[in-house]
């Protein structure tokens, strides 16, 4: 049996070899920041883009669509009722598009999803939201029966049809600079590769070193 005097001696030893492996270990408590950690939880609003035009006008885009689909949801009769319907679908459509978009810019979290070409997600929204507007709200002002909420959802429809026509335009201003951007830098490329290669031939030592 162990003395009182061995048993000390063998805790002592094994407390030390344990700080010394703890020591070694590579798996130490991390001191990582939080702020630092990606996720859900580093979502900054950008307040540039909001207050630019883009988001100057997509603000008033969404704001416009709602404002539309409450007047055509306050219509409790309609004879026919076609028309109603469409307007109703273009705006719903466009304040939840637009709407998303709208998130996705001001947030940053476009930027996470590189595969999109989002200038042109935006120039497709832009541009199919003006020509719907435009064909629900002649629709509607042809079928109505001249009431408040009626005139209301169609004087509406057409100034968000002027909303989104104009954005439209900035879009397409937008999309041709990132095209052009890109053909640059892949032109760029091409040119470098093509310098870099000329060198190599050139210069048959870096062949030999290479082989």
Excluded at 10 to 21: K, L, Q
Excluded at 30 to 57: A, F, I, K, M, N
Aim: with cysteine; charged share 15%; aromatic share 10%.
């Amino acid at each position: 049996m162990r003395n009182g005097d061995d048993l000390e001696g063998f805790d002592g030893e094994a407390s030390s070899a344990s700080m010394i492996s703890a020591a070694s270990s590579p798996y130490q408590p991390t001191t990582e920041p939080v702020s630092q950690r990606r996720g859900l939880g580093g979502l900054r609003c950008d307040l540039d883009y909001l207050r630019g035009t883009l988001g100057r006008l997509k603000l008033a885009e969404v704001l416009l669509a709602l404002t539309a689909f409450i007047c055509i949801e306050t219509i409790m009769e309609c004879s026919p009722c076609e028309g109603l319907y469409f307007f109703e679908f273009v705006s719903c459509s466009a304040l939840v598009v637009t709407g998303a978009l709208l998130l996705l810019f001001s947030l940053n979290l476009h930027t996470r999803i590189p595969q999109i070409n989002w200038n042109l997600t935006d120039l497709v929204n832009t541009g199919l939201s003006t020509f719907f507007f435009f064909i629900a709200s002649v629709v509607l002002a042809a079928l109505n029966h001249k009431t408040g909420a009626e005139i209301a959802a169609v004087v509406f429809g057409f100034v968000a049809m002027a909303v989104y026509a104009a954005n439209t335009f900035v879009a397409v201003g937008q999309w041709r600079l990132s095209s052009r951007q890109q053909s640059s830098r892949q032109s760029s490329d091409y040119i470098r590769a093509r310098t870099e290669s000329r060198e190599v031939v050139h210069h048959p030592d870096i062949q030999r070193l290479d082989a």
